[in-house]
């Protein structure tokens, strides 16, 4: 979401030509603070739209601040292209424009081991542990990775290797964990779980794999944004403006 003087608000040009040198600054500071509360705004409709979203949800919005030589401010969705985790821009830009979604890292890795179909994807199922954010919490995705014997990276988890040990840890945790890539007697291509009883056991789907997820939009990312500058532009503009023609009067 972008916003300038040109675009959005030009009204305000004639007023700006009377203030000379200071215009600038009056409508680069006037921009930024209005796209401020835009941002924070868009965090609120985050909180309404989704349930229990995490920290990093929320703080998956940038701002790019106006500038006196450059009279445009802008929010938007972070990418992190350099940092770690998802970057936002894949999670959310299909809860603002609907559609398909691009692949979590678990989906990159079954797919490179050959546990899953190319290209699709996981949804959670009935043996999923849930966390207070709604996914699955990372301590399952951890022992689904090592008992399967997929590694994200050199010395990051440990691996089931079949050894007398790994075999000890894995009946410590109490379930086995396999991958089925495609239907088998009945069942959906997913991962499972396995929990043993003393009078024999049961199975429950932790992913399904499917071929493809859709989004319907629920984040109004635009609309809050829009509406939140319209009503907040005209105030700091005239606050803005005030102090501007307060300061060449003394000068």
């Known amino acids: 979401m972008r916003i300038n003087i040109q675009t959005n608000f030009p009204d305000v040009a004639s007023r700006l030509q009377a203030l000379g040198r ?4 009056v409508a680069a500071v006037s921009l930024t603070r209005s796209m401020q509360d835009a941002q924070a705004a868009i965090k ?72 899953m179909p190319s290209g699709w994807f996981v949804v959670p199922g009935a043996g999923a542990q849930l966390d207070g954010n709604g996914n699955v919490k990372r301590s399952q995705i951890v022992q689904i990775l090592s008992q399967l014997k997929v590694q994200r990276g050199a010395g990051h988890e440990s691996r089931a290797t079949g050894s007398a040990r790994s075999n000890r840890t894995i009946a410590r945790q109490g379930v086995t964990y396999f991958a089925l890539p495609k239907v088998r007697r009945g069942l959906q291509p997913g991962i499972y779980l396995k929990r043993a009883f003393a009078h024999g056991s049961a199975l429950k789907p932790v992913f399904i794999f499917v071929r493809s997820v859709q989004y319907r939009p629920r984040l109004k990312f635009f609309e809050v944004g829009q509406a939140t500058v319209n009503a907040q532009f005209p105030r700091h503009f005239d606050a803005e403006w005030t102090k501007a023609v307060q300061s060449a009067r003394l000068r």
């Open 22 to 25: 200071q215009a600038p600054f």
């Open 44 to 115: 609120s409709e985050m909180q309404r739209a989704f349930d229990r979203p995490t920290a990093y949800a929320l703080n998956g919005t940038f701002l790019k601040a106006a500038k006196k030589d450059n009279l445009e401010a802008r929010v938007w969705v972070k990418d992190n292209p350099f940092g770690k985790g998802t970057p936002a821009d894949r999670f959310l830009l299909p809860q603002i424009y609907g559609g398909g979604r691009g692949l979590k890292g678990i989906e990159r890795l079954l797919q490179a081991n050959g546990l």
